[in-house]
């Protein structure tokens, strides 16, 4: 029961009859908490408050329900990065946090849903932790993925919590645990039940359980000799997930371990200058660009109100069964309908998986798998919000199927096809109303790639594209409306990427030299490895379906394979040879000196990114970039295609480009949308 209330803008504090201050954040004008400036400097005279008052105990909770504090405010990153003076306000908050855990009475945090990067970094500076035992709860410190690492003092506190051996993981992939983990790892101290979390705060607070020590491994690794060999094999094992000069900010943490370990305050010092080095690199501007881009694909139309709560999907193979298990798993019911159960089957037994791996606990699992319904007598039709068909890629059979669902849906569903080439007007030909199909186009594989392209023509309504969009950001995946045309956006823009990796094959180059060309120039698979995993049968087919439109030769060698049943990954047999799915790399194999052979690939995407953008196909060069990032995994670090030939500089892809057209031929031609390009 509350003794006395104070209200700050964003903080709510209340004092209790016991003497605890409870501090509840609750930031104004926002629906998840952040630790902005202003939050910050509240809290300050929070702080200044206990100091002066000497309350019982100072607890920090969320007013909000989705979670404690969900980071810094990456706004106020932009103009640090801009103009600089990260250091002087990290140093600020350092010496916030400082106080705070320098306070007399106990401190503790009540963590509830995200507690991530700078909330994190709040709640280590409090003696403890308590967090819900909630699948929700998701507690990490993913500041490498905005090019940055922990600076706000989390650095040093996971340190020197849980030790280099377990905390160095966890920074440097930025990854982020349950409750239940975070408790193993010793982060926080108790997990607990919802009805269970103040009574919880205040035991800990009354009984004031001694701070466990440093173990004997932590000890031992921070030794001024141990430090060295463990941070070399970290380092050696951090190499061959990235580069440094593509992503500086995992190898400072080392860095910083290294040279610093096991002295805290010396820790806190280089953490803050690292930190704000780390600010001003290309990579951290690039990866808070694309998080703002990421932003802006999930903020929600406020005009509309569309909720799906039941998806039927008609095709289990590959992408139907998969898109079904996503939406079980997003909390919708699923029917998922094909020819006949034994088609169903595999892709409920893939759910299942899938299930277990993101849920952990069995009764949530129990439940996903209840709201998935196997339907082969596609009763789910008349009853669902949206119709997903993922059936083969023929289009007269998807003709026909549209026609039957558009008597049968319910008047206000989307209809929507997943198809990745044939044209959306072919396939609403025979709809009354024609302007009600949307594309809902997915990637393989759907729980992995966040990108959607939500296709349209020129004959669909506005509202279904919206819809379509509204729905996509319901289950957590990024939608980008692209006009259809062939390949539509992200498979049109790979395909001349790819098969200038052939070209180049054909020419000589080992796939493992092209494989590595590319890898190097930032993309997360090569261009042969990943036509092999696509399956070489599929990459000919998307690109004879683009051959007319776009004026594209396909190498004869890939005719070839497939006229053989060389099909890549799925055969056992394509660029590269597998066992037992896994691919067989030459190491040694020999190094062409052909030139040109990184700009010959890159360019053929840049120059076809360009075309895309003068044609209309996205509505502007941010969300070219973001679909190419997110669908493909274009270079992070160099922020999108676009991105990356404005600060190359558009007058060196032209001169580029030229030299190219001049060795190679037309294809390398410079689309004449690079005027507009600035
Ligand atoms: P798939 O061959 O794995 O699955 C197709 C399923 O549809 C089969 O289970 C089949 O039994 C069922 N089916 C066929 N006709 C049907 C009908 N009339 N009624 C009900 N079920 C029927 O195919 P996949 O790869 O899943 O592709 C499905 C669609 O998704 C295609 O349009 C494809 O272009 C598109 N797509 C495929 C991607 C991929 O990577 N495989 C990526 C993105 C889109």
Redesign the pocket.
Known sequence: MAEKQMKYKNWLLETDASGVLWCHLDVAGKSTNILSTEVLEEFQSIVETAENSAPVGLVIMSRKDNGFIAGANIDEFIPLQESGGALEHIQHVHALFDRLEALSCPTLALINGFCLGGGLELALACRYRVALDDPKTRIGLPEVMLGIHPGFGGLMRLLRLIGPIQAIPLMLTGRSLDARKAKKLGIVDKVVAHRQLRRSAEIMLEQRPSLKKAGVLQNISNLPLVRPLLAKYMRSQLEKKARQDHYPAPFAILDVWEKHGGDDRAVLKAEAESVAEMFETDTSKSLVRLFKLQDRLKSKNPELEFKAEHVHV???????GDIAAWCALQGMTVTL???EPK?IAPAIKRAHTLFKRKLKQTRLVTAAMDRLIPDHKALGVEKADVIIE????NAD?KIA?FKDLESRAKKDAILAT????IPLDEISTQLNNPGRLAGI????PVAKMQLVEVVYSAKTDKQWIDKATAFCQQISRLPVSVLSSPGFLVNRILTPYLLEAVALWEEGVSAEQIDKVAKNFGMPMGPVELADT?GLDICLSVSQNMADTLNIKIPEQLQQMVNKGNLGKKSSRGFYEYEKGKLKKNKNYVKSSLPDIEDRMVMRILNECVACLHEGLVEDSDLLDAGMVFGTGFAPFRGGPLHYAKARGVENIRATLKDLEDKYGERFRAHEGWQQVK
Not at 390 to 393: D, S, T
Not at 441 to 444: D, E, G, L, Q
Request: glycine share 12%; proline share 0%.
């Open positions: 008609i095709g289990a193979g590959v992408m139907g309908q094909d020819r088609f993922a059936i083969v890629e059979t199927l997943n198809t990745s080439s186009h997915f990637f393989n696509v």
